[in-house]
């Protein structure tokens, strides 16, 4: 079992950048692959990155690649989201979310989530 709990989210404008954290509990966490997801008003929840247990592999969604890079410091039992050059399109509630294995692009696929912490981003 983990427990996860998001932080960073805030209201910037279009072009800034933020960083989300991800703080999980347990003494396992290097078991767990990670990912992040977000959900705007009236969409689907949708993939946003994924790392691996040892932080070698990552995927991200066609929409930020280029922009953002997720992270992980197991000793620290952290993920975080470096989010440059925001963009209003941008504005969700972003969730991480943790499952034992592989990586995972589906949200079906992670067993255990955080509450979400909102980004806005104006234009």
């Known amino acids: 079992q983990v427990q996860l709990i998001e932080s960073g989210g805030g209201l910037v404008q279009a072009g800034d950048s933020l960083r989300l954290s991800c703080a999980a509990s347990g003494r396992t966490f290097s078991n767990y692959a990670m990912g992040w997801f977000r959900q705007a008003p009236g969409k689907e929840r949708e993939f946003v990155a994924s790392?691996?247990?040892?932080?070698?592999?990552?995927s991200y969604a066609d929409s930020v690649k280029g922009r953002w890079t997720i992270s992980r410091d197991n000793a620290k039992n952290t993920v975080s989201l470096q989010m440059n050059s925001l963009k209003p399109e941008d504005t969700a509630v972003y969730y991480c979310?943790?499952?034992?294995?592989?990586?995972?692009?589906?949200?079906?696929?992670?067993?255990?989530w955080g509450q979400g912490t909102q980004v806005t981003v104006s234009s």
């Open positions: 979310a943790a499952r034992t294995g592989l990586w995972s692009v589906r949200s079906r696929d992670y067993e255990y």
């Open positions: 790392i691996s247990q040892n932080g070698l592999a990552t």
